[in-house]
């Protein structure tokens, strides 16, 4: 009996991978906060929503949990692997655009909190029993949603900022897969690419963060944070102390850029970003700066089909 306990532990243990839910599906457990940025309130019972695209985000982890997506296959460089996640991915997205709720149950409460002086966001979602029988890609779909689920932001870091969603106990449609995981999404400055630019500008980062220093010294945000009368100097020295001084940068960077005609939004946000995906505080395999370059150029090459 000993034996075949420590058998039946070794492969579960070797299967755990396989078992646990995508890093997509807890990150789509995220889109429900559309709801709170829409109604503001503390709870909202999912019957009583308007509109058609307000029930959306409460079905998209249910979806992406179903269709067997991976982001590890999309961005694996098998041709195969990426060719299917890809498929996939279109497939999730042609079903949305036909989205229909028909019926649905239970609520949602919201719980945000801000600390402007620590630069920290969160938003706790509680999914109290939803249920929701729909119209989904042409056919109709039932899921279930209970658990809890946290989105945080965090700006006085070693990153420009980092965005999480983090899972309590959760039940998707039955599957559990997605409990107590953590997927964490750290955007860098390029700072190489930052400086080349300025650089061939014939400008300084410091002395364009000085100059900006100076305009937030002017604005509200030194007073939500606590400085009555900061100066430039100030501004600088608050954000050294608070790990913050490459959003000073990053503001004075994208101030220089959003003026110089040649550059568009994708040509600045390349410039400017380097994005880390993190699973369970561990860093992915996923290459989120390759999946950055390939998105842009799928999208630049739309554009030059239409």
């Known amino acids: 009996m000993k034996k075949i306990l420590i058998i039946l532990a070794m492969f579960t243990m070797a299967f755990m991978p396989l078992m646990a839910a995508d890093p997509s599906v807890v990150l ?34 249910a979806e992406v949990n179903d269709s067997g997506f991976a982001l590890s296959d999309l961005f694996s460089g098998n041709i195969l692997s990426s060719g299917k996640a890809m498929l996939e991915a279109v497939m999730l997205a042609a079903g949305f655009a036909d989205f229909e709720p028909l019926a649905s149950s ?12 620590k630069g920290e966001a969160s938003l706790m979602m509680e999914f109290q029993d939803i249920s929701m029988l729909y ?3 042409g056919r109709v779909s039932q899921m279930s949603l209970s658990g809890s689920a946290l989105i945080g932001a965090s700006l006085f870091t070693d990153p420009l900022v980092s965005v999480s969603v983090s899972t309590g106990d959760i039940s998707i449609s039955g599957d559990e897969g997605a409990s107590d995981s953590t ?30 220093a100076g305009m937030i010294s002017l604005s509200d945000l030194p007073l939500a944070l606590g400085l009555d009368g900061a100066s430039g100097e100030e501004v600088i020295s608050y954000a050294e102390e608070h790990d913050a001084l490459d959003l000073v940068d990053a503001a004075a960077f994208m101030m220089v850029a959003s003026d110089d005609r040649a550059l568009d939004e994708m040509d600045i946000i390349s410039m400017l970003v380097r994005p880390v995906l993190f699973v369970d505080g561990s860093a992915s395999d996923i290459d989120l700066e390759k999946a950055m370059d390939l998105a842009f150029r799928i999208i630049s090459l739309a554009g030059v089909m239409q």
Not at 46 to 55: A, M, N, R
């Open 135 to 137: 119209r989904y890609g």
């Open 28 to 61: 789509s457990l995220a889109a429900p906060a559309y709801i709170y940025a829409e109604y503001g309130a503390e709870e909202v019972e999912v019957d009583e929503l308007l509109y058609t695209e307000d029930y959306l985000p409460l079905v998209i982890a």
């Open 183 to 212: 997927v964490e999404l750290r955007i860098y400055m390029n700072e190489e690419l930052v400086d080349a630019y300025l650089s061939s500008k014939g400008l300084d980062r410091k002395v364009i963060r000085e100059m900006v």
């Open 106 to 117: 239970g609520s949602v409460a919201f719980l945000p909190s801000i600390d402007p002086e």
